[in-house]
């Protein structure tokens, strides 16, 4: 994978492969999309190549109708998954036939931190999750609880604070006894009972 993208010009071509002044010390983003970074270091002492790569690391999994693929921290679906069940993984589903390329990023980059930060700090939350969906035109998450309510989040904005006003409705009321509670306007908390 490394090859194509070290010996591009044809002055590399020519020193080849086994010549030390061919290989330039360089960080190289690799069109595959399991691999976030490669980096290629020379050592003239020892006249040897160190290539090192750096993996992308799973976050969760985004599942569309037909299928399903790991995303990464930077929010990049990069390699096909399982469909899962259970609250152990991050599994986002989006009813959506076409899904996004490999490759390509779940959300706008303005809205990432937020979809990012509600899908890995909502399971502190000491909750079982059931469900997590996504609607892509009003850009809100649902995310179902086993033994609770539905929680509607807005991703257009830091849900840091909503959260935090979530934690406290759940300390002063059982909210087990609610049908959903209202994350979705910013500042302000909203919820219905059964």
């Known amino acids: 994978v490394i090859k194509p993208l070290v010996f591009k010009s044809k002055i590399t071509q020519w020193l080849g492969e086994q010549n030390l002044l061919a290989w330039q010390e360089q960080k190289i983003q690799v069109p595959t999309s399991d691999i976030l970074l490669a980096s290629v270091d020379r050592h003239w002492f020892t006249r040897s190549i160190t290539v090192s790569i750096e993996e992308r690391k799973r976050a969760g999994i985004w599942c569309f109708i037909e299928a399903c693929f790991w995303f990464d921290q930077e929010g990049v679906l ?77 991703i257009r904005f830091d849900p840091t604070q909503n959260l935090a006003a979530f934690q406290n409705l759940r300390s002063t009321l059982d909210i087990s006894t609610l049908e959903y509670v209202d994350l979705r306007v910013e500042s302000r908390i909203f919820y219905k009972p059964l």
Not at 123 to 134: E, G
Request: proline content about 6%.
């Open 78 to 154: 990069f390699e096909p998954a399982p469909y899962t069940e259970g609250g152990l993984l991050a599994r986002v589903e989006e009813h959506r036939l076409e899904p996004i390329l490999m490759g390509e990023k779940i959300v706008e980059d303005r809205f990432l931190d937020n979809v990012l930060g509600i899908v890995s700090d909502f399971p502190h939350t000491n909750f079982s999750i059931r469900q997590i969906a996504f609607d892509r035109e009003l850009q809100e998450l649902a995310l179902s609880l086993y033994n609770g309510p539905k929680i509607l989040l807005s």
